[in-house]
């Protein structure tokens, strides 16, 4: 058995005579050629066409960051996947991280920008090399939805006397944290 990187220059592999050669699991990745060369008694050798071999490197999910918290409606964060090793596929879940996940088309780099949320949605990265089983990210990213502020009428308005209490309340439907001022 021979190898080669570059399908032109072929060496000998070490003690590689059998009908068959397994290709060592330890080879760093890349793509090799092999073909045997066959040889009988006084007889000029012959050779097999080459076959290459591409041993891809492991898949690596790597980490998301960009958790964010947004306003509902119009919006946009930017969610980054870094250390990964293979062919990204985002996917998102909403309205919890428990939720199924389903990938988001078109979403292959390692960046997403997430906008227009109206609800909590939640991210994954599959991330695959070559032939090699995915890899997927351990912990999903979260967007945050807030709901847009309303503000309502206020009643309980009008003139009081010194010293005595006079109590304002916000109608009813109001949404968000209540901050008074005067």
Known sequence: WQTSTNNATFTNISAATAATYSVA???VAGTYWYRAVLSSGACSPATTASVSVTVNPTSVAGTI???ATVCTGTNSTTLTLTGSTGAIQWQSASPL????????TGATSATYTASDLTATTFYKAVVTSGVCPAATTTAAVGVTVSPAAVATTITGGGSTCFGTVKVLTLST?????IQWQT
Request: hydrophobic fraction near 25%; charged fraction near 0%; aromatic fraction near 10%.
């Open 65 to 67: 960051s960009g958790a």
């Open 97 to 104: 991280a428990t939720s199924t996940y389903s990938n988001i």
């Open 25 to 27: 699991a330890t080879t």
């Open 173 to 177: 439907g109001y949404v968000g944290s």
